[in-house]
């Protein structure tokens, strides 16, 4: 070798497969945007059930960021709080309470949502079932008494009122004409856990969350639409005195479909993967939210509709696991060919 | 992909085009070349010289008996030093031919136009110029050009996508070979049989297709065509691009002329203009030279095998200690452990990374988000590979269509837990290989 004096030449360099540039969209930003998202939502049960709503959602998500934490610790496994999926869960499950929840049982949700659901599953990515909408199910089991005692907006609180029924609380009873106006249950006004009454809100940090592209627009919508149209349906083949649209709208706007259908129901780890599966997952949720308003004995649905769902994703993957380039017609037309210049070629 | 979609998936990675705006510069011949013998996919060539020949430039240096091949040419002129034996970047172990230059540059005296009148000609005379695909696949180019269904329809589609980011080499080339990517092209349809050719640009290189457009309407050129592509990653890939123009499905394994299409890279159809008119075969290439670790990026051409650092320190040398030296842009290329490696054929950038530049998070566990699912031009399933893969699986590797991937990276570069799913990929199809061969 001629090499010149002074020639450093480097031999040891870095090896690694391709590609050799990734995303800057990690984990911890993509759950970033998710709380960002709930950003509207939370400011909006501050407006309407005061500053109680900040601290329970602080106190969830602090709980939940130090149950993963002593999860983590006492097992020796590396800490992956810093991730903010359990802070994520957290202030989720805290908007599924009602305003005036006390909080020691908040933290117990956090407990069942962190420790139970998520890390003796094997943690983040793991899990079978969304871990807020456990906690909240657990809850509502549990202190059932505390989770349906609904605080009135500070517009609706009276001398001799603080409590008061939910729209779907209103219709079980049989009493939509107590029911407040369609206006109202969009602005938010209304009984209800303190992140799922403000529609506007929730529709702020859907758009957020689809402009961004952390979630694919398909499950929202396919629920929220499977929810219309299927009370549409049932409404005009029953009756209702308010007609079947404003019935439909309602079904839409009250409870928490549109809450579910943008946080909960578009986890990424307990929800499908592939296309079609979405839109079977979001028809599926829709379906199963109205079965259980219509003709079960809960007035309202959406997280068992969730957790049924949940559990129905790793087969509807399966199912839909054959969409790929390719496939039908075109990989037919290909085979063709090849075969025929195959043929070509041999004679 | 819902059917009829009118684009397949991509993903959108950073440009960096940094280098687009760089003219192209030539580099001196440097005092060593080493020429490998294995540029080309299929046999390595054997030398045809020993040590202490004379050679001239674009004299044949190595050539073989095997089919699959394209013949090597000696870049400078000069005394052969040796045959040496190196290990590339794959593992395995290359010949090299290495020439001591003398400066001159003296041309070999049988250099001239290729003469030819009909289409076997042209093949023959593709084969002798060394071209190989120079978007960095280095498949033969002759071979691409002799399809068995010749005389059916062919579409022409030459790819300017130059979806990499860094790499300008090919827009370079399209701005100031522009001619020469015409001619090349009207040669190739004319032996081919082909009514119509595309040149598909992505058009966040405006420039190249205003120039193409203008020039082809000056001289009356309808059959040729530009097709702006979408400026996003992976456009250039074959089988993505044959989708984009002609919106024919080409499955792996299946060769692109089977379906009527002959894809061809812009800067192989600019070499091959220009070697209609002086006959001179492949010696050099157009590299661009990028990356925070070089003083001065820029395009420059190289003579084939010139030594990485010799190019390196034509532009300036390094300004900063190199961690990682690629071979290709970012998303496919091949990472190199020294810097004497030699520039072979295929090679469109060289981009030396400091430690800063080349850090990959550590990897985290997946959410299952489905971003490698939806960011996969072919709408894999690269999570189940992965499940597939660990679990040695190779009945479900099969089913979930492994063999589709190209190994394009979108997966890797999209996954918010930073996995290494192009890796595993790569892993399952050698999986899946060697259990066939069983």
Redesign the interface.
């Known amino acids: 070798m001629?090499d010149n004096k002074n020639?450093v030449?480097?031999?040891?360099?870095?090896?690694?497969?391709?590609?050799?540039?990734?995303?800057s969209?990690?984990?911890q930003?993509?759950m970033m945007w998710v709380l960002i998202a709930l950003a509207p939502a939370f400011l909006a049960s501050i407006f309407y059930f005061g500053p109680r709503s900040i601290l329970l959602t602080v106190v969830c998500m602090a709980a939940s960021a130090l149950f993963e934490w002593c999860y983590e610790k006492l097992l020796g496994k590396p800490i992956?709080v810093k991730?903010l999926?359990a802070c994520v869960t957290g202030a989720i499950l805290a908007m599924n309470l009602p305003a005036n929840f006390p909080v020691w049982m908040a933290i117990i949700g956090c407990f069942v949502a962190i420790v139970i659901v998520k890390m003796l599953f094997g943690?983040?990515?793991?899990n079978f079932a969304n871990p807020a909408i456990v906690g909240r199910i657990v809850l509502l089991l549990s202190f059932t008494t505390q989770m349906t005692t609904w605080p009135l907006t500070r517009g609706n609180v009276t001398a001799d009122a603080v409590t008061g029924a939910t729209p779907l609380g209103l219709l079980a009873d049989n009493a939509m004409a107590q029911a407040p106006s369609l206006k109202d249950m969009f602005l938010g006004n209304i009984g209800g856990a303190m992140g799922e009454t403000c529609t506007i809100a929730l529709l702020i940090g859907l758009v957020i969350l689809i402009w961004k592209k952390i979630i694919?627009p398909i499950i929202p919508v396919c629920y929220i639409c499977t929810v219309f149209v299927f009370s549409l349906i049932y409404y005009a083949a029953v009756g209702s005195e308010f007609g079947a649209l404003h019935m439909a709208l309602f079904h839409v706007l009250a409870g928490g479909v549109v809450f579910g259908a943008t946080f909960c129901a578009t986890d990424?780890?307990t929800s499908?993967?592939?296309?079609y599966a979405k839109i079977a997952y979001g028809i599926g949720c829709g379906l199963v939210t109205m079965i259980i308003r219509l003709f079960c004995a809960y007035p309202e649905g959406a997280s068992f509709a969730i957790l049924f769902m949940n559990v129905m994703t790793p087969l509807l993957d399966m199912l839909a696991?054959n969409?790929?380039?390719?496939i039908?017609a075109?990989?037919k037309?290909?085979k063709k060919?090849?075969k025929e210049?195959k043929e070509?070629?041999k004679s | 992909m819902f059917f009829g979609a009118k684009h397949l998936n991509s993903i959108a990675a950073g440009h960096y085009k940094n280098t687009a705006g760089c003219a192209t510069e030539v580099m001196p011949v440097p005092e060593i070349v080493k020429i490998s013998m294995s540029q080309n996919i299929g046999a390595p060539c054997k030398p045809l010289v020993k040590k202490g020949d004379e050679v001239k430039v674009g004299q044949k240096i190595g050539d073989t008996d095997a089919f699959l091949h394209v013949p090597v040419h000696a870049s400078v002129s000069g005394v052969v030093q040796g045959i040496e034996t190196q290990r590339n970047a794959m593992g395995g172990y290359d010949t090299l031919v290495v020439i001591e230059s003398d400066g001159k540059q003296e041309v070999d005296p049988s250099i001239k136009p290729p003469v030819y009148n009909d289409q076997p000609g042209f093949v023959q005379a593709v084969k002798d110029s060394g071209l190989v695909g120079l978007g960095g696949a280095s498949f033969p180019t002759w071979l691409k050009f002799n399809p068995k269904n010749l005389g059916e329809p062919m579409t022409l589609i030459i790819n300017g996508a130059e979806c990499e980011p860094f790499i300008t080499s090919d827009h370079r080339t399209m701005l100031e070979d522009t001619q020469n990517v015409i001619d090349g092209a009207l040669e190739i349809m004319k032996w081919l049989g082909s009514e119509e050719g595309y040149i598909g640009i992505e058009d966040n290189k405006q420039d190249a297709i205003d120039k193409f457009d203008k020039l082809l309407s000056k001289q009356g050129i309808t059959k040729l065509k530009t097709f702006p592509l979408q400026a996003r990653y992976p456009k250039g890939a074959e089988r993505v691009l044959i989708y984009e123009v002609t919106g024919k499905t080409c499955n792996a394994g299946v060769l692109p002329a089977d379906l009527g299409c002959i894809v061809s890279n812009v800067t192989s159809v600019a070499f091959l203009g220009q070697y209609l008119k002086d006959g001179m075969p492949l010696i050099s290439k157009r590299v661009t030279i990028d990356g925070d670790a070089v003083a001065k990026p820029g395009n420059v051409v190289v003579p084939i095998g010139a030594q990485i650092h010799d190019v390196i320190e034509f532009c300036g040398g390094y300004k900063a200690e190199p961690r990682k030296i690629l071979m290709g842009g970012p998303m496919m290329g091949r990472a190199i452990f020294s810097d004497r490696m030699p520039i072979v054929k295929n090679n469109n950038a060289i981009l030396a990374f400091t430690k800063e530049q080349s850090f990959i998070p550590e990897e985290t566990a997946c959410i299952s988000c489905g971003r490698c699912h939806t960011a996969c031009p072919f709408e894999l399933l690269p999570t189940g590979f992965a499940d597939a893969y660990e679990a040695k699986d190779v009945k479900r590797l099969n089913d979930l269509k492994i063999m589709q991937c190209m190994e394009c990276g979108s997966c890797s570069y999209i996954c918010p837990a930073h996995r290494p799913l192009a890796f595993i990929n790569k892993l399952g199809k050698a999986l899946v290989r060697e259990a066939s061969q069983k």
Do not use: C
């Not at chain 1, 030449?9 to 995303?23: E, F, G, I, K």
């Not at chain 1, 943690?123 to 793991?126: A, E, I, N, P």
């Not at chain 1, 969409?323 to 390719?326: A, K, P, R, S």
């Open positions: 001629t020639t030449y480097y031999d040891n360099l870095a090896v690694s497969s391709s590609p050799h540039l990734v995303t969209l990690d984990t930003k993509t992956t991730d999926s943690g983040l990515g793991r694919s990424y780890v499908p993967i592939m296309k696991q969409q790929f380039y390719g039908g075109a990989e037309a290909a060919a090849a210049g070509a070629a």
